[in-house]
């Protein structure tokens, strides 16, 4: 099971890092992704990390501000969110990529809890 957790309020131009910690397994063959959903919008894809060569994916919205890593511990991501604007508002679930695009929501299983972040203008 996934566990999401690091979520507050800050303030736009701040940082925040989330992580994903997976208990009674480990990573080493999968790749992990975290999504986003504010209220009244769809689940919105933020950043995947592939476990074996940490090759990254990144959504156009997040580019350049956010960045995902893993732990040396094979259960844990990262995401570090930096510069965030009030439109990053929403929460956060992590998930494991099944297969598919990296892009949408279909492709990952095992979704976790998700933690809120809320960015005040």
């Known amino acids: 099971q996934l566990q999401a957790s690091g979520g507050g309020l800050v303030q736009a131009g701040g940082s925040l890092r989330l992580s994903c910690a997976a208990s009674g397994r480990t990573f080493s063959e999968y790749s992990l992704g975290w999504f986003r959903q504010a209220p009244g919008k769809e689940r919105e894809f933020v950043a995947t990390?592939?476990?074996?060569?940490?090759?990254?994916w990144y959504g156009d919205s997040v580019k350049g501000r956010f960045t995902i890593s893993r732990g040396n511990a094979k259960n844990t991501v990262y995401l570090q969110m930096n510069s965030l604007k009030p439109e990053d508002t929403a929460g956060y679930y992590c998930?494991?990529?099944?297969?598919?695009?990296?892009?949408?929501?279909?492709?990952?299983?095992?979704w976790g809890q998700g933690t809120q972040v809320t960015v005040s203008s």
């Open positions: 990390i592939k476990w074996d060569d940490d090759t990254t």
């Open positions: 998930a494991v990529h099944d297969s598919g695009s990296v892009h949408h929501t279909g492709s990952y299983t095992d």
